[in-house]
T-cell receptor
Framework: AQKITQTQPGMFVQEKEAVTLDCTYD???????LFWYKQPSSGEMIFLIY??????QNATEGRYSLNFQKARKSANLVISASQLGDSAMYFC?????????????FGDGTTLTVKP | KAGVTQTPRYLIKTRGQQVTLSCSPI?????VSWYQQTPGQGLQFLFE???????NKGNFPGRFSGRQFSNSRSEMNVSTLELGDSALYLC???????????FGQGTRLTVV
């Protein structure tokens, strides 16, 4: 089974609107971390937001928020007030356990296109 | 604060050759991870180094190796290059490997 599933290969959103990118994960380890990255066409992976499995509150970073539903094993990324510069590939990733330091498993990504 | 620096940005090599890629992490970061990104396989973990020791390794053949120096800079080596090694190689650094990692711009390797 895939550890990280991103079911939306491509998404479109109108500029200034909010968009949710889906991510579900699979792990039996009680300690894990979830990440979202943005990859523009230039190739660089840009860190957006992090959620630890023991964090009580959903993570937020500026226009990015992570809708963490532990029981459903989902970690959706919400981008508010979309901008043209948000057009990129978005990856959800997970690091499991305390022995997997530095090792993350990535989903297949979602290509987001922001329309003017 | 300088980000993660990967050199070179682009490489073209011939099948059978070897290649060395370099990664300088963010100052103070001791964990360096390497990933291979291809259109077919996506992002795959190669290995992670912390304080000059390999802590984790992905499912890649022994042709892929790495090392980390005392200043946390890391190198990755691929020997006997194959066409399938053509990929974007990404390096990520973090403080201890347990929270967010910051990536470099990657090295795009083309094997012909």
């Amino acid at each position: 089974a895939q550890k990280i599933t991103q079911t939306q290969p491509g998404m479109f959103v109108q500029e200034k609107e909010a968009v949710t990118l889906d991510c579900t994960y699979d792990t039996s380890d009680p300690s894990y971390g979830l990440f979202w990255y943005k990859q523009p066409s230039s190739g660089e992976m840009i860190f957006l937001i992090y959620q630890g499995s023991y964090d009580q509150q959903n993570a937020t970073e500026g226009r990015y928020s992570l809708n963490f539903q532990k029981a459903r094993k989902s970690a959706n990324l919400v981008i508010s007030a979309s901008q043209l510069g948000d057009s990129a590939m978005y990856f959800c990733a997970m690091r499991e356990g305390l022995t997997n330091a530095g090792k993350s498993t990535f989903g297949d990504g979602t290509t987001l296109t922001v329309k003017p | 604060k300088a980000g993660v620096t990967q050199t070179p940005r682009y490489l073209i090599k011939t099948r059978g050759q070897q290649v060395t890629l370099s990664c300088s992490p963010i100052s103070g970061h001791r964990s360096v991870s390497w990933y291979q990104q291809t259109p077919g396989q996506g992002l795959q973990f190669l290995f992670e180094y912390f304080s000059e020791t390999q802590r984790n390794k992905g499912n890649f053949p022994g042709r892929f190796s790495g090392r980390q120096f005392s200043n946390s800079r890391s190198e990755m080596n691929v020997s006997t290059l194959e066409l399938g090694d053509s990929a974007l190689y990404l390096c990520a650094s973090s403080l201890y490997g347990d929270t967010e990692a910051f990536f470099g711009q990657g090295t795009r390797l083309t094997v012909v």
